[in-house]
DNA sequence: AGCGATGTATACTGACCGGTATAGCTACTA
DNA sequence: TAGTAGCTATACCGGTCAGTATACATCGCT
């Protein structure tokens, strides 16, 4: 998490170009050069700002999840003041808007991880923060609900939700994350 | 599918190096140079046999896609004779002993997706394969269960296969997979 | 006997990989 | 006013990328 070290405006321009060029085309597809090229910036300024390419990479996945954790957020907890019951679903409503807009490819974090097998890799606890995160949220949603067993229900909701945007990206399955919350809303009714 | 036309031993070699070097390393982190050391054979015999990369990947897949299938039906079409609600979870107990055994890294064919963005790669049939026939074949087993909806049902146990494969390679859910089928479950007996 | 298929060994191509080196410019600031 | 942070431009490093070229050995088959 955390972008403390106030980037300087070419380090920010390659941050941003960085987000579409490894999410479009994978991380070891998109070179330095590339990087450099896209961002109008020299080699020289990338590496005095960010040491290697790998710092960039666990920067990138760090920046998209914040993005993805501000706008989960931002749909459940709408100032509407819904129940929990409600919140739980809204999840899967929040997965939806953001597959469509910014995750046509699949979840960035699950893709990294396939480009990625070094366990020591630095941007590895990016990716597992991330996950950790989405099941954590849905237990905390899941539990306000009162439903028996929560931490049970939270893990097959994030089973649905993360299968959800493997169906949805492999394009196999027609309204995908629509299903998921149906059958996530089937999961939660018969455990309250 | 189909592995027709007769590998040479030189070739076969090639494909059984390729199929650990691929899951565990990620495709582009393998050059062919490596794979012909690997494999104990020389470029030159390793072109004329494949023409290139891609197809060597394409193979990969449909390799792996052909051995899954086999392991699959396997478990579900065990001589036991079980009833359909039986064989559905048995989907489950088929990934639980593939993970362990063969995919601790998650689906392959997700994984190559991630690497390789390109629609008209000569791989991505095979992985656009492998996900119907799963899909196509929850189908099957859940309309002979007679449950109401079927096509719905098995989009929902679908995510819920693809999200235990996740779960498990990035191992936030202990048992996840157990999970899953628990899950499975109950949307089938709420369907009967 | 001869040919084609299958293979080895070695060397090469041009492009790109991540990363470094040198030199010079501008703008802010102590 | 001198120093430094941030930047551009260009050239370079050894290594690897996918793919090709040349030359030669071994085998089975007709």
Redesign the interface.
């Given at each position: 998490m955390s972008e403390q070290p106030a980037m300087t405006p070419a380090a920010e321009r390659v941050l941003e170009v960085v987000e579409k060029l490894f999410y479009?085309?994978?991380i070891?597809?998109v070179g330095v050069d590339m990087i450099a090229a896209e961002a109008g910036v020299t080699k020289k300024t990338l590496y005095d700002r960010f040491g290697s390419k790998d710092a960039i990479v666990r920067l990138y996945l760090e920046r998209r999840d914040a993005r993805w954790r501000e706008h989960v957020t931002a749909v459940v907890e709408q100032p509407g003041r819904f129940g929990p019951r409600r919140r739980v679903l809204l999840m899967f409503d929040a997965l939806e808007s953001w597959m469509a807009a910014e995750n046509p490819?699949?979840?960035a974090f699950?893709?990294?991880?396939?480009?990625?097998?070094d366990p020591d890799h630095p941007a590895r606890p990016a990716?597992?923060s991330e996950?950790?995160w989405v099941?954590d949220y849905l237990r905390r949603l899941v539990r306000d609900t009162g439903a028996r067993n929560p931490r049970?229900l939270a893990?097959?909701l994030?089973?649905?939700?993360?299968?959800?945007a493997?169906?949805a990206?492999?394009d196999?399955?027609p309204g995908?994350v629509a299903?998921?919350r149906?059958?996530a809303r089937?999961?939660l009714d018969?455990a309250l």
């Open positions: 479009d085309n994978g070891h597809a490819r699949g979840c699950v893709n990294a991880l396939a480009e990625l097998p990716i597992a996950k950790q099941l049970k893990a097959s994030f089973m649905l939700f993360e299968g959800a493997v169906a990206s492999v196999v399955v995908a299903g998921a149906d059958a089937q999961l018969a």
